[in-house]
Nanobody, 119 residues
Framework: QVQLVESGGGLVQPGGSLGLSCVGSGSFFRILSINAMGWYRQAPGKQRELVAVVSSGGSPNYADSVKGRFTISRDNAKKMVSLQMNSLKPEDTAVYYC??????????WGQGTQVTVSS
């Protein structure tokens, strides 16, 4: 129905940059519209939290902790959402998950990609 494949995680030093991408596929994309695309993250022992989300026709929303450092972008035609992360901090270390919400509120998650910020 819907598959989301993430890429781009890895290990980076504090102050470095990483880019994440998520590409969607599946039959639901042919019959339903994309309402929102976003990124969430979950650090060990913590709850999953919103990083950034962009809704159709709306401006991106960011968690306060990443404003000014992260940039989200989406390409509806490619069913892709990307996250450019600059000035990374150790506290950004987490598993990052792509999320897509389709018409009717159907929400789908990627498998997650590890981002580790460490010297």
């Amino acid at each position: 129905q819907v598959q989301l494949v993430e890429s781009g995680g890895g290990l980076v030093q504090p102050g470095g940059s990483l880019g994440l991408s998520c590409v969607g596929s599946g039959s639901f994309f042919r019959i339903l519209s994309i309402n929102a695309m976003g990124w969430y993250r979950q650090a060990p022992g913590k709850q999953r939290e919103l990083v950034a989300v962009v809704s159709s026709g709306g401006s991106p929303n960011y968690a306060d902790s990443v404003k000014g450092r992260f940039t989200i972008s989406r390409d509806n035609a490619k069913k892709m959402v990307s996250l450019q992360m600059n000035s990374l901090k150790p506290e950004d270390t987490a598993v990052y998950y792509c999320n897509v919400v389709l018409t009717g509120g159907r929400s789908y998650w990627g498998q997650g990609t590890q981002v580790t910020v460490s010297s």
